[in-house]
């Protein structure tokens, strides 16, 4: 009887999620037309091609990550980390946030860094609900929101949040 207490090694090592064919924000570089500011190990920022106000950064992580749906508890800390990251980069941001699918143009994790004055489109397109806890119905929510949802435990949700 053949007896092993060996595993297979592994056939092929877990790719790393970067990279998903097709995803766009996993093939951010120079090379490829994107107005890079920042990068690290970890995060890579760089202009909005389609700026909605005077400065609009795009901060994204390096792994692929889907939406804001994906996001856990686990994530407070790289959420964090991009914000703090859009702050240093464009110290006079007012809002920095996220779209809420289907309202978002690209399913790799992005938060828009703003800069005003906003264009009379950006105001439109990125409204943050501002009253009272949580993001509200809003189809866009704020680093700081979605730092709160996620600390107490809860997932981002296109619908009202609590906190
Ligand atoms: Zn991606
Ligand atoms: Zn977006």
Same mark, same amino acid.
């Given at each position: 009887?053949?007896? &092993?207490?060996?595993? +297979?090694?592994?056939? @092929? !090592?877990?790719?790393? /999620? &970067?990279?998903?064919?097709?995803?766009?924000?996993?093939?951010?570089?120079? +090379?490829?037309?994107? +107005?890079?500011?920042? @990068?690290?190990?970890?995060?890579?920022?760089?202009? +909005?091609?389609?700026?909605?106000?005077?400065?609009?950064?795009?901060?994204?992580?390096?792994?692929? /990550?889907?939406?804001?749906?994906?996001?856990?508890? @686990?994530?407070? @800390? /790289?959420?964090?980390?991009?914000?703090?990251?859009?702050?240093?980069?464009? !110290?006079?941001?007012?809002?920095?946030?996220?779209? %809420?699918?289907?309202?978002?143009?690209?399913?790799?994790?992005?938060?828009?860094?703003?800069?005003? !004055?906003?264009?009379?489109?950006?105001?439109?397109?990125? !409204?943050?609900?501002?009253?009272?806890?949580?993001?509200?119905?809003?189809?866009?929510?704020?680093?700081?929101?979605? %730092?709160?949802?996620?600390?107490?435990?809860?997932?981002?949700?296109?619908?009202?949040?609590?906190?």
């Amino acid at each position: 009887m053949h007896f &092993s207490c060996f595993k +297979d090694p592994d056939p @092929e !090592p877990e790719p790393l /999620l &970067s990279n998903r064919t097709g995803c766009v924000f996993c093939n951010v570089t120079h +090379d490829k037309g994107f +107005d890079v500011v920042y @990068e690290d190990a970890e995060l890579i920022a760089f202009r +909005d091609r389609w700026p909605r106000a005077a400065g609009h950064l795009l901060v994204i992580p390096r792994t692929h /990550l889907g939406t804001v749906f994906d996001l856990r508890a @686990e994530h407070v @800390e /790289l959420v964090t980390r991009m914000k703090e990251c859009g702050l240093a980069l464009a !110290p006079g941001a007012t809002k920095l946030g996220f779209h %809420i699918p289907p309202f978002s143009s690209v399913h790799h994790l992005h938060l828009h860094v703003f800069t005003p !004055p906003f264009t009379a489109l950006g105001r439109m397109m990125y !409204p943050v609900h501002s009253r009272g806890h949580g993001k509200g119905w809003s189809w866009f929510v704020s680093a700081d929101q979605a %730092i709160a949802i996620l600390q107490s435990g809860a997932r981002i949700r296109l619908g009202a949040s609590k906190r």
